[in-house]
């Protein structure tokens, strides 16, 4: 694979690791090679860890492209809104190993994950869109809609509160921490206890139990879109 995204495969589960020598931005690059990551792990019929690299998951997309606004910014945004909705629907179990900070698109990421396991220490994690000027997208509402707790939800969206791991649990970006010398033997563990599931009933019921969630989102992505034509 390129520089900023590896991939290994061994006994039905596929590695995916981030890492861009900083914060591992959701850039064109990086979303390009995650998606051509995904495409040979359904090749390979394989349950997906995805990890990012120490300290850092992903601190979202790349903020001078998106303000710089245009047709690069455009593409970053869709692309990364495309990729999670993706993830929801992915025909394999999902695992991330957040590996530590997680915010905006980092952190949608996560949701978008079946089993999301992060690293102890002092990481941030949550949507941070209103705290840095920006209006939550359509999308960004729905995806945290589907996933975080009642009582945290216009916290985390509306006052862009962010979380420690900890708080994360609780407030439904995360499954499980554990230290983080420790993540990667986990996130192995969990993908190993999921290979045992049955794949065709697993997709099956991912889908039917994500169905209204998947609806709203794909709807979330076309309302980002027209808008953003709009401004143009």
């Known amino acids: 694979m390129s520089d900023i995204v590896a991939y290994q495969s061994s006994d039905s589960i596929a590695t995916i690791t981030m890492d861009d020598g900083k914060a591992n931005v959701m850039s064109l690059p990086m979303l390009s090679e995650l998606n051509i990551t995904l495409d040979r792990a359904i090749a390979d019929k394989a349950i997906v860890v995805l990890m990012g690299r120490p300290g850092v998951f992903s601190a979202g997309f790349d903020l001078p492209v998106l303000m710089a606004g245009g047709v690069d910014a455009y593409n970053m945004l869709k692309t990364g809104f495309e990729l999670a909705e993706r993830l929801l629907s992915f025909p394999t179990p999902v695992v991330i190993a957040c590996s530590g900070h ?131």
């Open 102 to 232: 997680a915010l905006a698109m980092g952190a949608f990421l996560v949701l978008s994950a079946d089993y999301r396991i992060g690293a102890e220490g002092d990481f941030k994690i949550g949507a941070n869109e209103v705290a840095i000027g920006l209006t939550m997208p359509n999308f960004g509402v729905e995806i945290c809609r589907q996933r975080l707790a009642p009582a945290h939800f216009n916290r985390a969206v509306i006052n862009a509160e962010v979380y420690a791991p900890n708080q994360a649990v609780t407030a439904g970006f995360l499954d499980q921490v554990v230290p983080a010398a420790d993540l990667a033997t986990a996130a192995q563990r969990m993908a190993t206890q999921l290979t045992r599931l049955n794949m065709a009933a697993h997709t099956a019921t991912k889908l039917r139990a994500r169905e209204q969630t998947l609806k709203a989102i794909r709807g979330a992505i076309e309302s980002d879109d027209a808008a953003f034509r709009a401004r143009k």
